[in-house]
């Protein structure tokens, strides 16, 4: 099993950037997906997640309006669309996909919000 995330970086305040999680290994399109993400010296967070056939979202509130997850299925990929980015934005961000109790996790992509 694989998640790998990519397009992390450092971006200014109101830049935007788009983090993918590639899958592998595991039946993606019956995972429900998550991005979570977790700042220095802070507990880990849920961004957003999106049901198994993408039907249904939910964001936290520190990022409604400003993020979209979304997912495509047939390439096993989990998106997330982060504009409007703030400092405060600024934490390692991790995919999570997860099925009754099963759970598994990306290494994390690093995204730095600062001028």
């Known amino acids: 099993v694989q998640l790998v995330e990519s397009g992390g970086g450092l971006v200014q305040p109101g830049g935007t950037l788009r983090l993918s999680c590639v899958a592998s290994?595991?039946?993606?399109?019956?995972?429900?997906m998550s991005w979570y993400r977790q700042a220095p010296g802070k507990e880990r967070e849920l961004v957003a997640g999106?049901?198994?056939?993408?039907?249904?979202?939910n964001y936290g509130d520190s990022v409604k309006g400003r993020f979209t997850i979304s997912r495509d299925n047939a390439k096993n990929t989990l998106y997330l669309q982060m504009n409007s980015l703030k400092p405060e934005d600024t934490a390692v961000y991790y995919c999570?996909?997860?099925?009754?109790?099963?759970?598994?996790w990306g290494q994390g992509t690093q995204v730095t919000v600062s001028s």
């Open positions: 290994g595991f039946t993606f399109s019956t995972y429900v």
């Open positions: 999106i049901g198994s056939r993408g039907r249904s979202t």
């Open positions: 999570n996909a997860r099925w009754g109790d099963t759970n598994y």
